[in-house]
């Protein structure tokens, strides 16, 4: 994007926290990042190379309350996708079925027998409702932090329990880049010191030198 001034509309980082009852076993436990550092790497990188302005962030992952919106906007999104929630809504109780086409609420099969599990006009209804109350709370928390709208939120406004003694907000305890960083200097932050050092506008492979410093290391 550096490169060639291109950049896309949005970009929408889906965390190793979501998935369907569909999806393999070690799929499900093992691949994939956690919402929050892939967030923060995205946020960090589009700000450090001063594109944030111009690419919005979209954040999908286990976001089901308004507690969870509210943290993942301050964080860095623009925008939260949301699915399990009004999963639940539906009737969804995580049978882990949805492949096989014998979904005990008849959430996800193409069986007409188990299909009339799912009342429609009474589902539409809970499903209407959670989405409203969601967004209730969220108005809540935000009038409770003397905010007017989403988009104010920041790392700042989430305080954190770290030890037994110790609180501290989201702003103090992750590294955050300072616009430009990455194209003025070596970047503070321990992540970029090793990666942004090896990115290549042209390929995705690593250059030479940084492979046989992990070579050495490994020896």
């Known amino acids: 994007m550096v490169e060639t001034g291109i950049t896309p509309d949005f970009v929408v980082v889906d965390g190793g926290e979501g998935g369907t009852g569909a999806a393999p ?3 499900t436990d093992h ?6 550092e ?3 790497l995205v946020h960090n990188s589009l700000v450090g190379v001063n594109l944030r302005e111009r690419v919005r962030i979209g954040a999908a992952g286990k976001i089901v309350t308004a507690f969870d ?3 993942t906007l301050a964080i860095g999104a623009d925008w939260c996708n949301s699915a399990r929630g009004f999963m639940f809504a539906l009737g969804c109780l995580q049978a882990q079925t949805c492949h096989s086409g014998h979904c005990p609420t008849g959430v996800t099969t193409q069986d007409p027998r188990r299909m009339r599990a799912l009342v429609v006009p009474d589902k539409a209804e809970r499903v209407f409702n959670f989405h409203q109350n969601t967004l209730k709370a969220l108005k809540e928390l935000l009038g409770a932090a003397g905010l007017s709208h989403p988009s104010e939120l920041g790392p700042e406004h989430v305080i954190r329990r770290v030890s037994s003694n110790e609180v501290r907000s989201l702003s103090t ?5 300072e616009p430009g960083e990455l194209l003025a200097s070596v970047p503070k932050h321990p992540v970029y010191q090793v990666f942004w050092q090896s990115a290549r506008p042209d390929t995705f492979a690593e250059p030479p030198s940084m492979l046989s ?3 050495s290391k490994s020896r």
């Open 25 to 27: 076993l070690e799929f």
């Open 173 to 177: 305890l992750h590294p955050w880049l």
């Open 31 to 36: 691949v994939g990042a956690p919402l929050r």
């Open 213 to 215: 410093v992990r070579t």
């Open 69 to 71: 919106i509210a943290r």
């Open 38 to 40: 892939a967030l923060m």
